[in-house]
């Protein structure tokens, strides 16, 4: 089991990818297990507008440019879940996927695009843009429910 921390910023992602922190409402301490999301698209503004989205609802978020960094930046104890891009340089979403799916089958990958793939077989949940963003909320609602 991940190593916890106590802070008074509910969504900073601790270690393991869970945020513990006081509710100062009631003075007493409760805890929050913060879901963890990677987040990956090489358009900036659709990347920091959804990361900022999400955040605001309550996720924790780390974001990648691309593919690749998103396979370096991704940890199975840590990362919750997955939303990708597909069309992007190097690698696209769907081959990333792939990756994603051979080191953690459990872990539900989503991807939110223009141009999703025909082959859809290792992702969990596809969202064609454009799209609203509640839309995406609600399926990684329901994709984390089980997790």
């Known amino acids: 089991m ?3 921390y106590f802070t008074n910023a509910p969504g900073r992602p601790a ?8 509710n100062m409402k009631d003075s007493s301490i409760e805890s929050a297990l913060v879901k963890m999301i990677l987040l990956v698209d090489d358009e900036d503004n659709a990347r920091i507008t959804t990361k900022w989205f999400l955040t605001n609802f309550g ?3 780390d974001a990648a440019r691309t593919a690749q960094e998103a396979l370096a930046l991704f940890d199975p104890a840590i990362h919750d879940m997955v939303i990708t891009d597909n069309v992007m340089p190097g690698m696209t979403g769907a081959e990333m996927a792939h990756v994603i799916k051979m080191r953690s089958p459990s ?3 989503l991807m939110y ?6 082959d859809r077989s290792c992702l969990d949940h596809v969202i064609q843009r454009p799209s609203h963003l509640l839309t995406l909320r609600d399926a990684v609602h329901a994709l984390l429910a089980d997790k």
């Open 107 to 109: 872990t539900p990958v």
């Open 59 to 61: 996720y924790a978020v």
């Open 2 to 4: 991940p190593s916890r």
């Open 113 to 118: 695009s223009g141009n999703p793939p025909d």
């Open 15 to 22: 270690r393991g990818g869970r945020t513990e922190y006081y």
